[in-house]
């Protein structure tokens, strides 16, 4: 069964960073692309970042470019979101998801979810 665990997450100031994490249980990473979305209250979810098996590429919405940064440790079976200069629309739940080899920005086509985590930005 695939499990992904997040953690990470919670108040900051505008300005300031967070790192999340999304650890995957019950299966290895290698063969996963992993999307991170995020839902504000009153908005549809949004897809925020990717990255394929492999690593090798990864893409991230136009309004957190050069601001977020999405990793991976395949040996930790472990997907991070760094979080730098910090706005208040940033403020969401924030969720990993993992589908099979390529990136997509339909979250209906990741096969399993974080059970997500909140992040507000504010002064």
């Known amino acids: 069964q695939l499990q992904l665990v997040q953690s990470g997450g919670g108040l900051v100031q505008p300005g300031g960073s967070l790192k999340l994490s999304c650890a995957a249980s019950?299966?290895?990473?290698?063969?996963?692309?992993i999307g991170w979305f995020r839902q504000a209250p009153g908005k549809e979810r949004e897809g925020v970042s990717c990255t394929s098996s492999s690593g090798g590429w990864s893409n991230y919405v136009d309004s957190v470019k050069g601001r977020f940064t999405i990793s991976r440790d395949n040996a930790k079976n472990t997907v991070y979101l760094q979080m730098n200069s910090l706005k208040p629309e940033d403020a969401a739940i924030y969720y990993c998801?993992?589908?099979?080899?390529?990136?997509?920005?339909?979250?209906?086509?990741?096969?399993?979810w974080g059970q997500g985590t909140q992040v507000t930005v504010s002064s």
């Open positions: 998801a993992a589908r099979q080899k390529l990136c997509s920005n339909h979250a209906y086509r990741f096969d399993a």
């Open positions: 019950g299966f290895t990473l290698d063969d996963y692309a």
